[in-house]
């Protein structure tokens, strides 16, 4: 095959191409050691795996390291969480079998033709619905994030995290479908004095939150199928509410029961947990909506750059109060920002991927991004998030996130 | 608890929530025999699996029957297809582990560090990237729709088959995160002489594909990535070609090599395979865009209706000419039509979700779905796509689509 490999090629002509995006250089390709053959390979000379190797596909094995891991040991092996791999991922849509956990007694096992939905309390109508009734009703589908808002809560102590899986993994984004939650309030007839659901799974820790009933009319869904398929036993088959844009928590998993009332239920979760101490001494409380937010997931502190040159800046924003306007990103600690592309479409409370070009020195330097949403809010840095908050919240951490790059080209997380 | 289930409640909420969406009724709860007990369930009283009960997430048991199948036995069982269960899914993203295959020597195992991209032929400065080297690139995500040509090919002969499985299920809809083929054709200088670009695999039939280096510049992707993670091997691990609104089959997988040249490189996927015969003993050549195409999902042949009353019509539609403008509907045979929604985002060459309410009378019903896309192409009934095609074609059939309702509630497949 009449090919000379010409190393020096991609720096040049990267660079040519680029000019008009004002990007800088991509470095020399990687003198790898031994060049593979250029003759036909090893796999192209046998025939392959038949069809249906794997009637439902998995990933290959050179991936097996891309998976949810947990943070620490739990006290109890049901009650805690496993978080999502974003230093690998791409895109917006996190791959079902690697969306975070959060359980409280573990992932019960549901045998989906027993399940019911019961609706009772100040209704007019209480209602039992199975699974085949449910489906029955106007089905909606709807790509959203979902947050825990204990994510990225270890940095409330410093830079605690050697891995943004540790630090942000309590983050996915999801195809969900269901049926809107309004569609069963008008079955069951909302008595005018209800002003709270109690929401209620059918866990072993029987997961319960208050939701305000202004969210469930507005767009609180009842979800049984995420990215295409019904949901997995981990995120709340067969049944789960899902609130867009708040706290994972609030969303039950495994849901059995809606109960309307006049008053917040004041559960466990919602009282001794998921509230933020703040430095007078009270709390807030029923803080559901995540805040804006964004990280850049590459290059991040779980990579080592490969040598000065070409880098694409790559990250994640999302905002609970709607869309992502703008993300700006920073090179050096926040001295001097610049706009980054914003990879379309950009929906309602989903994660938006955002880039930017970035010519890489050798040098040290800070990468941060900085997201502002559509009602004008943007993303605070640590300093500006204590100084309101104290040191004494546990959730709800949106601060700007730093990855410090040493000329060795290692990256640390470091608060700056 | 103080429940009384009110089987029917359903049907006047229902009723009169839908009556301003110009809807029916939905029918009472169905009387399922035994009523599970409403004390708190078995799986309540016992702690779950644990957290990371699996690393990477499966479905869960009670899905197993949702996974790809074959049509019939393969003479060889590399050189095949396996299928997208449609009449399961929901939303417009297919879960990658139930996006359809079709390979021609199987599935070759590779090891992404010694797999190399050749760019050579026509080109000013020939080219060697590992993948280390192509994913250094700016790269996209888009989310797209995959339909292999020859889906749906059975219904040429008549209304074959019994599932939309079968009849459809080469067709999904992932999001797809990739280097643009044209930053590479900028990094080796496309000679003025090129107009082809020559596509060939690394599996064990070398598949390669003739593709205009218009679509090159256009459009094509290197694709790394789909739905987040990593390509699983089946779908190309760890590089395919994508090119947006084509035929898959053009989507080179396992991608090993690109030789631009002056003219099309006449392979046997262009020539022998991948035509359409014309009546008059002439054939279409390089026909690679899919033409806009509907399908009802549900209620489809794999369906069975448990008596009269509401359903919701769901179904996908696309076009590889750019976005769904509108899909009508009609529960009579094409005899009278109405508007159906369409579920955003209306992404450019992406699935569309359409949905449309539903009353059955009980009485014989024939269903079908009609597309118009951005450019006005409007789906052709059977009748017109034969009038104008004739019967010797295998691929590109993307005919209106006939699912015929019994007084039983059985559903046929029957071409009207």
Redesign the interface.
Known sequence: ??????AA??RR??L???AA?G?AA??A??A?GA??A?E??A??????????????????A??AH?????RGT?V???A???LTPLQ????????????F???H????????A???L?V?GLVQ??????M??LV??????R?HFLECSGNTGVEWRGAASTSIQQSHGLLSC????GVRLS?IL????VDPAAAWVLAEG???A?MSRSIPIAKAWEDALLV??Q?????????G??LRLFLPGWEGNASIKWL?RLKLGAAPFMTREETSKYTDSLPDGKARQFTFTMEAKSVITYPAVDHRL?GRG???I?GLAWTGQGRVKRVDVSTDGGASWREARL?G?V?DRALT?F?A?WQWDGGPAVLQSRVTDETGYVQPTGRQLIAQRGLNSLYHYNAIQSWKVATDGSIANAQV
């Open positions: 095959m009449p090919i000379s490999r010409s090629t991609p002509r990267f040519r191409a680029s995006l990007a991509l470095p390709a990687r790898t060049e593979p250029l036909v390979p796999w192209t000379r046998t025939p392959g795996e038949p069809v249906l190797w794997h009637a439902y596909g998995q990933p290959d050179h991936e891309v998976v949810r891991r947990t739990a109890l092996p049901g805690a969480s496993s690998n991922l791409h895109g917006i849509i996190t791959p079902t079998g690697l969306v956990e959060r359980h007694a573990g992932i019960p096992q549901i045998d989906p027993q399940h019911r019961v009772h109508r209480p209602l039992i619905l199975s085949d009734d029955r009703f106007p089905a909606v589908s790509i999801c195809e969900w479908t569609t008008q079955e069951v007839g059918a866990d072993g029987a049984y199928a990215n295409g398929e019904m949901l997995r036993p981990e995120h088959y067969p059995r490969r070409y880098y694409e790559s990879e479409p929906l991927r880039r070009d």
